[in-house]
């Protein structure tokens, strides 16, 4: 099979990228012909910006790849700025089967998040045109840019442009219910579940530390002033990896506590062997996460996650299986938990790593992604050409 991937890359990497890296490795791996066509926002991203509604450099180069590679099927992750959604209709000029994987809610709402100003902002899941979004400039607090992006979304929507992909991939069965109840009801039949995965990678000694971990973006949505207030003046420790807005207020917490280490960015290698050696991973996000690699990578290697129940994430950390939830921006239940996680026998903390690891094998293992992935493709090729 040949398939052409179509992805705009982050400025910084982020979970989607490494998605993109890891699902092209793995159909590599199984034989497949695979292409990548690039785009990215590090340059002119506000002219890109402007052609959101209809970039005609995208289009043409998206027909000029196709025409190149013959692809069998394309599968488009990212299109946000570089791309546009000008890229679906060079692929049906050229009767392509495509399949998207939604990573965000860029489409239900120009937060891309459904979170704003420190709480959940779901009410772009409503219909008609997203007023209020705009009013309160959920797109780096900008009315105009919110404005822009909502007008373009809102085009494509009554033109019924989305209506060109023949699927679309969810992550997590709590995203399946948001899009479903949102204007992509009218797409129901296509939405379908696959989680994302990663590779097994395991030291060859694994010396387990008395340390808890958080690893990611440094931003308010991620939950990071819950996790720092649950941690101050403890005498369990946390280690922190990332960059991010709130770095400054990070570093602010360690020198009250030193039982709380920022470690900045660190090479994969690096958060390998420490996310390997911790007690259990920290996840505190407090938006509607469509997954969350980390989590993947933490069960990879039978390391226990103690994480907000909700969305998609109360789906994945199961309590008291393979890990612990606790309340939302809760920063008390969270000291509980940690409390609760640090005290536990050792039979009972062995327990929550076995079944991480199997949660692992289960449904986030290349093997179980593979499967799961072509299917989706066959399905795809194989119904396309009776919508022609």
Known sequence: MRILIIHTFYKLQGGEDIVVENEMKLLHENGHEVELLKFDNSNSSFIKLILMPFNLFAYFKTKKFIRHFKPDIIHI??????????VLYAAKNLKIPIV???????FLCPSGSLYFNGKLFIDSLQPGFPWLAVKKGVYKNSRVLTFWLALSNY???KINTLNIVDKFILLGNHSLHLFSESHFKAFKDKLVVKPNFTYLKTLEKKITGKYFIFIGRLTEEKGINTLLKA??????????IGSGPLENAVLDTCQKSINIEFLGQKSSTDVSKLLENAEALIFPSEWFETFGMVLSESFSKGVPVIASELGDIKNIVLNNQNGLTFEPGNFLDLREKINYFDNLSLAKKNSLKKLALETYND?????????????IYKKVISTHFYRQ
Do not use: V
């Open 100 to 106: 998207m994987t939604l990573h965000n809610y860029r």
């Open 231 to 240: 941690f101050l003046d403890q005498s369990i420790n946390l280690k922190i």
């Open 363 to 375: 449904k986030f293992s290349p093997k179980a992604n593979y499967q799961e992935l072509h299917s």
């Open 155 to 157: 085009f494509h929507q």
């Open 77 to 86: 992750h990212n299109l946000h700025f570089g791309a546009s959604l000008s």
